[in-house]
Structures are given as structure tokens and as C-alpha cells.
């Protein structure tokens, strides 16, 4: 019996060595850190998709990676590496949720000019259209929670990271509310001084008010009217921003179980 024993820790240690992941039975199985993605069709045209795979299968940055991740952080979905220009994100509408470049009157969007951090989403996450907030009295965009990442590297595409939460704007685009979480990867070297948009402002002045006026004006060259903001244009601490997540974490539990209707989106 020892002897077995001893086989099994050992196979376990060298399997573990290898990066082997082991996952309680109903618990899922997927490898964030190590989701695989592949491309079909041509960048920069209306055929480009980027889809996540694990072990070779198709899965859904918004449905399988997990919105929590270890040590109090949460998963991110980039779409938009910094200092580029094409409009990318995750494709609600269709199967397997990959990254295509979103289209406006039948024309590929692209901001007029680059964004200056990495620019994504918050898996499992969902702005509910048919739930009103109660002071802003603006309806949710039917997305899931958007992220600003404020770090100093900039991240590929449909690259995964987990980030530090720090705050969060309320966007008003269009009369919907468009929140925008402000977070740092994990790893960037000024995580460790930023832990709520106090310190934010305190290391990083500029930051913020730079992510507030490059979302008020983007669309302006488009003769869009300026975008607002809720909460006297101010960013709302990180116990605000992680109470929106929870928020909108329950919105995609009931649009997930049936709940709520799934209009267009892909489930």
C-alpha cells in the first residue's frame, strides 16, 4: 500500500513539474493562463476572427474563462492592444464569441486616432438593456463590462491577464450606461503602489482624467455628440468598482440560466 502510495506522489510531482493542472471533478477544466487562440480570415478586413481554444477546441472568451482569477484579481479579456487603432471586440453575437472588428453602416470602425492603455472586457460579466440604474436612470449597453489596463506593457489581442481592480467611471455613450473599470495587470511594475484610484492619481497623475477626455471626445470626428459621465465625472473607488462587477456578474448568471432573454447574443 505504501508503495503505491509512494508511485502515485511521484507520478502527481512529475506531472505537476510539467505544468499539469489538476481539476476537481464539475469544476471546469479550461486553463486561462493558457488559452490558445487562432486566426481565420485577413486582419483588417470584415472576414478577420480570432477564437480562443483549449486542447484544440473552440471555447468562448465570455462564457469560459472565469471572471474571477487568484489573489483577489480578475480575469481580463484584451481586445484592443495600446497605441493601435482598429476597433476590436469580443463578438457577442456570434458562435464562440470570437474577436472580430466591429462594423458601423457596413464599414470597419477605427478610432480616428490610437488609444493609450490595453482595452477590453471583464468576462462573464453583462450590462443588462433592460435594467435601469436607479440615480444615472440609463439602461445598460447589452456588453459585457468594459476595462481600461493602465500598465506599462503593451498586451497582444486576445491575450488573458488577471488585474488589479483600482476604480471605475460611469460612461454615458448614447444614453446607455457604459462603465469603464480602470485596472493594472498583475505583473506591471507599479501594481504593487495601486490598490484604488487614490493611488492612481497619487502615481500616475494624468491618468485618469486622460482615459476620462479620450472617451468624452473619440467619437466627436464621426459628428457624434460628446460622450458624459455619471457621478460628477468622477472615478468611483474600487469597492464601487468591484460592487458593478458583482453587479453585472449577476445580470449574466440570469441572462446564462434563462432568466433573462438572450435576444441576439450567443450563449
Not at 75 to 90: C, D, Q
Not at 116 to 131: K, M, S
Not at 208 to 232: A, C, H, M
Amino acid at each position: 500500500m505504501k508503495f503505491v502510495l509512494l508511485v502515485v506522489v511521484t507520478m502527481v510531482s512529475i506531472l505537476l513539474s510539467q505544468g499539469f493542472k489538476f481539476v476537481p471533478k464539475g469544476a471546469s477544466a479550461r486553463m486561462v493562463s493558457r488559452a490558445a487562440t487562432s486566426v481565420a480570415g485577413e486582419a483588417g478586413t470584415e472576414s478577420y476572427r480570432m477564437f480562443f481554444e483549449d486542447g484544440g477546441k473552440k471555447i468562448s472568451p465570455w462564457h469560459d474563462i472565469p471572471l474571477k482569477a487568484d489573489g483577489g484579481m480578475y480575469n481580463f479579456v484584451n481586445e484592443i492592444p495600446k497605441y493601435s487603432k482598429a476597433k476590436m471586440e469580443v463578438a457577442t453575437k456570434e458562435e464562440s464569441n470570437p474577436i472580430a472588428q466591429d462594423m458601423k453602416k457596413g464599414k470597419l470602425r477605427d478610432y480616428h486616432g490610437p488609444i493609450f492603455w490595453n482595452y477590453g472586457c471583464l468576462p462573464q460579466t453583462w450590462e443588462d438593456p433592460g435594467i435601469e440604474h436607479p440615480e444615472l436612470k440609463c439602461f445598460g449597453d447589452n456588453d459585457p463590462v468594459d476595462v481600461v489596463e493602465i500598465g506599462s506593457s503593451t498586451m497582444a489581442s486576445g491575450e488573458v491577464a488577471p488585474v488589479k481592480v483600482l476604480g471605475v467611471l460611469a460612461m454615458i455613450d448614447d444614453g446607455e450606461l457604459d462603465w469603464k473599470v480602470i485596472a493594472i495587470k498583475g505583473d506591471d511594475a507599479m501594481a504593487s503602489k495601486l490598490n484604488d484610484i487614490g493611488d492612481v492619481e497619487t502615481h500616475m497623475p494624468g491618468v485618469v482624467s486622460g482615459i476620462r477626455e479620450w472617451f468624452r471626445w473619440y467619437k466627436t470626428p464621426d459628428d457624434k455628440p460628446l460622450n458624459g459621465f455619471g457621478f460628477d465625472e468622477k472615478a468611483l473607488d474600487k469597492k464601487t468598482a468591484e460592487e458593478v462587477i458583482a453587479e453585472t456578474h449577476g445580470h449574466y448568471n440570469n441572462l446564462k440560466s434563462g432568466k433573462t432573454d438572450k435576444g441576439k447574443l450567443w450563449i
